[in-house]
C-alpha cells in the first residue's frame, strides 16, 4: 500500500521544499512540536508530535516521533526520505517506509507531490494508512495555507513569480542516473 497526493501550491519550489525542513514552518503546518531535519544527503530527518489525548483502537495513542534518513535533496525541485519509521507513543515501531516529496513549475504555481511507500503485515499497518492519508492530506492543505496567506492579514500574498525549470526538465537523480 502507499499514499500519493499532490495539490498545486502559489509558491517557488525551493520555498515549498523549504517548509519541510524549517523547524517554525514545520510546527506551524504539520503541528510539530520538535523537529532536527539535515536538507542534505544522509541528513537526519526527525519530527515529533504530542501524544494524541484520544487512544486508537488498534494503534493506541497517536503522536510520536516519524524518523528517516536523507537520501537524495535537491533544494530546487525534491527530496527522498528512506529508511522511515514512525515511533508511536505507545506500542512497536511500523516501517519501513520511504517519502518521495517533489515539486514543479505548472503554469503560474507549482505542484507539490508527496509519495509516501511502505506496507508490512497486519491490522497495525492498515489501520496505520487509514489514519495516516487523512492526515497528510489535511497537512498539505495546511502548508498550501501556510505558504499562500499573509499571517498578519489572512490574505492571499502576491506569488512571486515561478523559477524556470531546469534546461534538461528532468530532476537531478533522474539526470545522475542516465
Not at 501524544?51 to 483502537?57: A, E, L, S, V
Not at 527530496?79 to 519501513?96: D, H, Q, S, T
Not at 489572512?154 to 523559477?163: L, V, Y
Amino acid at each position: 500500500m502507499d499514499f500519493e497526493h499532490s495539490l498545486l501550491i502559489g509558491e517557488r519550489p525551493a520555498k515549498v521544499l523549504a517548509a519541510f525542513f524549517d523547524p517554525v514552518a514545520l510546527a506551524t503546518w504539520w503541528q510539530t512540536i520538535r523537529s532536527v531535519t539535515s536538507p542534505q544527503p544522509l541528513g537526519v530527518y526527525a519530527v515529533e508530535w504530542e501524544p494524541t489525548p484520544f487512544r486508537d483502537d488498534i494503534l493506541g495513542s497517536l503522536g510520536g516521533i516519524f524518523h528517516a534518513l536523507v537520501v537524495d535533496h535537491d533544494p530546487e525541485g525534491e527530496f527522498f526520505l528512506a529508511n522511515a519509521y514512525w515511533l508511536p507513543p505507545e506500542g512497536e515501531p511500523i516501517g519501513p517506509m520511504g517519502v518521495e516529496v517533489s515539486c514543479r513549475i505548472e503554469g503560474p504555481v507549482s505542484r507539490l507531490r508527496v509519495r509516501q511507500t511502505g506496507f508490512g503485515e497486519g491490522p497495525r499497518w492498515s489501520r496505520y494508512y487509514e489514519v495516516v492519508i487523512p492526515g497528510w492530506k489535511s497537512s498539505l492543505r495546511a502548508l498550501k495555507r501556510f505558504l499562500e496567506l499573509d499571517p498578519r492579514t489572512g490574505a492571499k500574498r502576491s506569488q512571486p513569480a515561478p523559477r524556470q525549470a531546469s534546461p534538461s526538465g528532468r530532476s537531478r537523480r533522474a539526470r545522475e542516473s542516465s
